[in-house]
């Protein structure tokens, strides 16, 4: 069933407004707090080489998503059913440790948006999670649910946008310094072998990694924009969602780096207030409390729909109560976090493992695009398989690497 019931003919404009909610949902779901504390963090140890890294992020998401998007949607099946044509039983250990991986990160999402709700109102924590929890649910209650979503991922997305660019202009970070050290490793490549690799996986777990990759596609499946003859649409629909993610990481990127530059230390307890209190003054405090809130509630929206979507075919008794399935996903991490309090170095850590789970997911997608069963007649283009492959070895060995890295972050 498509889009939840929906399946009449669309418009262009309805179709277009579809796509465009797809992109928004898959950048709005690799841009939520945990993201926003990651750069800060990144940004003031490495302050401009860390653009580098960034670069990474968006060339790796470049290749998953064109391959994700296209594969996944001229198939019309969802990540978890792809991986179970590969390998029988593949598909439900791939669901489970993406929805576990979505489950986790959705608790900091929910502490994101407790964090920016404080900011805004001086509201208790526990009492911001509550009434952001009870936002994104009326969301998943409304009739046209796929329209809701689009329409709040998209209003959310362009108002991060403006309010991020207006603490770039206060701010005045060096960008020219930022595009020559986004190119530097690539001139020098001894510079590549002392690069902290596990802030590379960190990033791309938290922003490529786990549930995020197959946002955006799944909520495409769901509409019902599915098969070969809509392959132009569906690669529209994911190059504008790796344009959107790229712009609005790289400018968090520069809106952090112009606040570290200035040299004050900056509070980490509340680092995206703090930082944007420092750089653009009390209005930048609320910008900041607007940024993090509208971060966090979206990916808690994304996190939520696209973890449940991976469960959804392989339980019958999911895919009948959809939606209240994605409600108790909400309620589960606003419960998690409300018992444990904010788990920042969760975050890190889901973050890193869904890095580890990437390379597995990609495999996945990249040997179904020749399995008949799956594509039929599609013929995928080989540099995207070609270029899937190098992502694949090299996010495999990005983790390899860091495995050491990541078990200190247990302990």
């Known amino acids: 069933m498509t889009d939840l019931g929906k399946t009449q003919e669309r418009s262009r404009s309805e179709t277009l407004s579809v796509l465009m909610g797809a992109a928004f949902l898959m950048a709005t779901s690799a841009i939520g707090p945990g993201f926003l504390t990651q750069t800060i963090s990144f940004t003031n140890e490495l302050k401009a080489v860390f653009a580098f890294a960034i670069l990474l992020s968006v060339l790796i998401d470049i290749v998953v998503q064109l391959n994700i998007w296209r594969i996944l949607a001229v198939s019309g099946m ?202 653009a003054g009390p209005l930048g405090y609320r910008i900041a409390g607007v940024v993090l809130w509208a971060a966090a509630i979206t990916s808690v929206v994304g996190a939520s729909y696209t973890s449940v979507s991976f469960l959804r075919t392989l339980f019958g008794f999911v895919d009948k109560y959809y939606r209240f399935w994605i409600i108790g996903f909400i309620i589960a991490s606003t419960s998690i976090l409300t018992i444990v309090g904010r788990p920042v170095r969760l975050l890190i850590v889901a973050g890193s493992l869904n890095g580890l789970i990437l390379p597995l997911s990609l495999s996945c997608v990249l040997l179904a695009a020749y399995k008949k069963d799956v594509v039929k007649d599609y013929v995928h283009p080989m540099w995207m398989t070609a270029l899937g492959w190098v992502i694949v070895v090299f996010t495999a060995w990005m983790g390899f690497n860091s495995f050491a890295g990541i078990v200190k972050l247990f302990q």
């Open 78 to 279: 969802r990540g978890q059913d792809v991986a179970n044509k590969v390998l029988p039983g593949l598909g439900y250990f791939l669901a489970f440790a993406v929805a576990l991986g979505g489950l986790a990160f959705n608790v900091g999402n929910v502490g994101g948006a407790a964090l920016g709700f404080q900011v805004l109102f001086g509201t208790e924590q526990m009492v911001g999670a509550v009434i952001s929890a009870a936002i994104a649910i009326t969301i998943f209650l409304w009739k046209d649910l796929g329209k809701a979503m689009d329409k709040f991922t998209q209003i959310l997305g362009f108002l991060m946008l403006a309010l991020v660019f207006y603490v770039v202009f206060v701010t005045k970070p060096p960008v020219m310094e930022t595009v020559n050290e986004m190119v530097k490793p690539f001139t020098n490549f001894s510079l590549l072998k002392e690069y902290k690799w596990l802030v590379v996986l960190t990033l791309v777990g938290g922003t490529v990694g786990g549930y995020i990759s197959f946002s955006g596609a799944h909520r495409i499946i769901d509409a019902g924009i599915t098969g070969k003859e809509h392959i132009g649409q569906i690669s529209k629909g994911s190059i504008n969602g790796i344009v959107i993610t790229g712009v609005m990481r790289y400018l968090l990127f520069l809106a952090f780096l112009g606040v570290v530059l200035l040299g004050t230390e900056i509070d980490m307890t509340n680092p995206v207030a703090s930082a944007f209190q420092i750089g």
